[in-house]
C-alpha cells in the first residue's frame, strides 16, 4: 500500500516569487507519481506526471516536479506564480507495478496554494 | 467535446432518502471512478469499474453501491444516505491503457 504527505495544507505566496509545494511518499514497491490541479469550483485536472526517464517533469504553464528517489519525495515548483496560480494542489501515487490496466491513485490531502496580489 | 458530466451538480436532502448521482462520459474510456472529497481528507475513492459489468470497492464504499451497464455511465447510488455522507464527489475516467484520469466537475451533496 502507499500513502502520500503533502507537509503544507495552504501557501501563501507573493504574485511572481517562487513556491514550492512538498509532497512525500511511502511504499513498499516501485511508484508513478502525480500532481494535479484543483481551480475553484471545478474538477482535478492532471498537471504532470512522472512515469521514467528523466526525473525532472514540467508542465505546460511553467511548473516542474522532480522525482527525487532517496528522499521518496515529488515536490512541485514554479519560479514564479501568477494570479492565475491560485488553486489546491493533489499529489498522487500509485503501484508501478499494477500496470495502467489496473493501477489506482492513492491522492495526498491537497495544498492550497493562494497567490496574493 | 470530450467530458465528464454529473448530475446534479448540487444535492440538499434528508437522512434515508434514495438518491443517485449519475456520471456519464463520451470518450470511450473503460476505466470509471467515484471520490469523495472532505476538507483536511482529499480524495478518496468509493468504487471503482474497469469495464461494463465490473465494479469493485475502492477505500470507503460503505452506505454507497454502484452498477455499471453501459461503457459511458457510471451511477453512485446511496440507498439510504446518512448525514456523515456530506461531500464533494468526482467521478472520473480514463481509458484502460492510461495513467490520466478525466474528472467531473464534481457534485456537492448535503444530507440532512
Not at chain 1, 19 to 48: A, T
Not at chain 1, 73 to 97: G, M, Q, W
Not at chain 2, 4 to 12: A, C, F, S
Not at chain 2, 15 to 25: A, I, M, N
Request: net charge neutral; hydrophobic share 30%; with cysteine.
Amino acid at each position: 500500500a502507499q500513502s502520500v504527505t503533502q507537509l503544507d495544507s495552504q501557501v501563501p505566496v507573493f504574485e511572481e516569487a517562487p513556491v514550492e509545494l512538498r509532497c512525500n511518499y511511502s511504499s513498499s514497491v516501485s511508484v508513478y507519481l502525480f500532481w494535479y490541479v484543483q481551480y475553484p469550483n471545478q474538477g482535478l485536472q492532471l498537471l504532470l506526471k512522472y512515469l521514467s526517464g528523466s526525473t525532472l517533469v514540467e508542465s505546460i504553464n511553467g511548473f516542474e516536479a522532480e522525482f527525487n528517489k532517496s528522499q521518496t519525495s515529488f515536490h512541485l515548483r514554479k519560479p514564479s506564480v501568477h494570479i492565475s496560480d491560485t488553486a489546491e494542489y493533489f499529489c498522487a501515487v500509485s503501484d508501478r507495478n499494477s500496470g495502467a490496466g489496473s493501477y489506482q491513485l492513492t491522492f495526498g490531502k491537497g495544498t492550497k496554494l493562494s497567490v496574493i496580489p | 467535446e470530450a467530458q465528464v458530466t454529473q448530475n446534479p451538480r448540487y444535492l440538499i436532502t434528508v437522512t434515508g432518502k434514495k438518491l443517485t448521482v449519475t456520471c456519464s462520459q463520451n470518450m470511450n474510456h473503460e476505466y470509471m471512478s467515484w471520490y469523495r472529497q472532505d476538507p483536511g481528507l482529499g480524495l478518496r475513492q468509493i468504487y471503482y469499474s474497469m469495464n461494463v459489468e465490473v465494479t469493485d470497492k475502492g477505500d470507503v464504499p460503505e452506505g454507497y453501491k454502484v452498477s455499471r451497464k453501459e461503457k459511458r455511465n457510471f451511477p453512485l447510488i446511496l440507498e439510504s444516505p446518512s448525514p456523515n455522507q456530506t461531500s464533494l464527489y468526482f467521478c472520473a475516467t480514463r481509458l484502460a491503457d492510461s495513467y490520466e484520469q478525466y474528472f467531473g466537475p464534481g457534485t456537492r451533496l448535503t444530507v440532512t
